[in-house]
């Protein structure tokens, strides 16, 4: 199936779906990322991010595997979990392109914004011309919910939703709106 055909078959993700994931990303900061290789294969790593709204930013190296297949195909995968024992929303799977940040001003505010979020990983930063700055835009988003020891998922498309969200993202009420 084509992400055009994928958008097509998920309604539209709505307001109490998307402060439920912007208030799970916003809590974690770990999440499988997985690219496709030049052979075909997938390749799955964990890297660290930072998210703004649905907006996810992470940092490989210039020289890196990583960097050399998004460059040639831009499409992700990427899967994010609480490891928080919770009712409601536990994970996110999101289907997206990754492009890479060149602007040092967006780079810089983004240095600002992991300051502020995560204080103790700051050292990791991209501060140099080593690291390379990418933007994950989802298009395609899989919110995952357990309830009485049951899962279940509820996908949904994607358009300017992926914006920057003027509420608080660290919201954590709209689990039980998600479905």
């Known amino acids: 199936m084509t992400a055009d055909r994928d958008r097509q078959a998920y309604p539209p993700i709505h307001g109490s779906a998307v402060e439920t994931v912007v208030g799970l990303m916003s809590r974690e900061r770990l999440m499988n990322l997985g690219v ?18 649905l907006n996810l930013y992470f940092v490989t190296g210039q ?13 992700v995968s990427l899967s994010i979990h609480t490891v928080a024992a919770v009712e409601g929303a ?19 505010r983004l240095n600002q914004m992991i300051f502020k979020r995560w204080p103790a990983v700051s050292v ?48 954590t009420g709209a689990e039980a709106r998600l479905f």
Not at 37 to 53: A, H, I, K, L, M
Not at 135 to 159: D, N, T, Y
């Open 36 to 53: 496709n290789r030049p052979d075909g294969w997938p390749q799955v790593t964990t890297v660290g991010y930072v998210n703004e709204g």
């Open 63 to 75: 020289e890196s595997q990583k960097r050399a297949n998004l460059r040639a195909d831009t499409r």
């Open 90 to 108: 536990v994970g996110v799977s999101m289907a997206g392109h990754a492009h890479e940040v060149v602007d040092p001003a967006e780079i810089e």
């Open 124 to 171: 990791y930063c991209p501060a140099t011309d080593s690291v390379a700055v990418f933007r994950i835009k989802p298009e395609l988003i899989c919110a995952i919910s357990a309830h009485e020891s049951r899962s279940r998922s509820e996908c949904f498309s994607l358009g300017d939703a992926a914006g920057p969200m003027a509420a608080d993202p660290l919201a």
